[in-house]
């Protein structure tokens, strides 16, 4: 298993207060990537890094905000939590892409949210 | 349309027997493929990337269809640990960082 893990793996918080997941991988790859999962909707990518302090958006990026520091860290912060942020988390990593592809992500066990 | 569409399922299966799902992607750009696997509650796992030509993993075998722009998995011998939600994937042909997940097709393997 590709060594990535996220914590807290469960937070309950309340509407409004700013909440930050971390995920960490010793995988040194370059790509990192925040999905949430809801039922019906599917995994939706939130945010994505291609490189340390290289992030962009995804698309449902509304309310949330990321950090890279380092290549191992990469920090998903809900500015001000409410109650549609319910979901779980997932944080996934990438090798550099193949010419004309994309190499497969590996995903970490997930954060579970709720937000009263 | 959605850029990658799965049959929800559920799909309910006796052990022993041979199952397949498709999927199909609305972009005919799209160069890699892959089937992963969610168990409840957990995390999506690597199943196995798609080829070309087609690809075997033991009991599990993926085809791709380009002219008509659909992915198959086809799973032999069911066994019951293969109860799961079964995820196809594409890449996003407007950024190559970025895959997309369909929503998933339920396997229900009872003995």
């Known amino acids: 298993d590709a060594g990535i893990t996220q914590s807290p793996r469960h937070k309950v918080t309340e509407t409004g207060t700013p909440v930050t997941l971390r995920c960490h991988q010793t995988?040194?790859?370059?790509?990192m990537y925040w999905y949430r999962q809801d039922p019906g909707h599917g995994l939706r990518l939130i945010h994505y890094?291609?490189?340390?302090?290289?992030?962009d958006k995804g698309e449902v990026s509304d309310g949330y905000s990321v950090s890279r520091s380092k290549t191992e860290d990469f920090l998903l912060t809900l500015e001000s939590a409410t109650s549609s942020q319910t979901s779980v988390y997932f944080c996934?990593?990438?090798?550099?892409?193949?010419?004309?592809?994309?190499?497969?992500?590996?995903f970490g066990p997930g954060t579970r949210l709720t937000v009263t | 349309r959605k850029e990658v569409e799965q049959d929800p399922g559920p799909f309910n299966v006796p052990e022993g027997a041979t199952v397949a799902f498709n999927c199909t992607y609305s972009?005919?750009?799209?160069?890699?493929f892959f089937w992963y696997r969610q168990d409840c509650r957990k995390e999506p796992k690597l199943l196995m990337s798609?080829?070309?030509s087609g690809n075997e993993d033991g009991r599990f075998t993926a085809q791709l269809n380009r002219a008509s722009q659909y992915i198959s998995l086809l799973i032999r011998d069911s066994k019951l640990s293969d109860s799961a939600t079964y995820l196809c994937?594409?890449?996003?042909?407007?950024?190559?960082?970025?895959?997309?997940f369909g929503s998933g097709t339920r396997l229900l393997v009872r003995p």
């Open positions: 890094s291609y490189g340390v302090k290289d992030t």
């Open positions: 994937v594409v890449n996003r042909v407007d950024s190559s960082y970025k895959l997309i």
């Open positions: 798609v080829y070309s």
């Open positions: 972009n005919s750009a799209s160069q890699s």
């Open positions: 996934a990593i990438s090798e550099s892409k193949l010419a004309g592809g994309l190499r497969e992500q590996y």
């Open positions: 995988e040194n790859h370059r790509y």
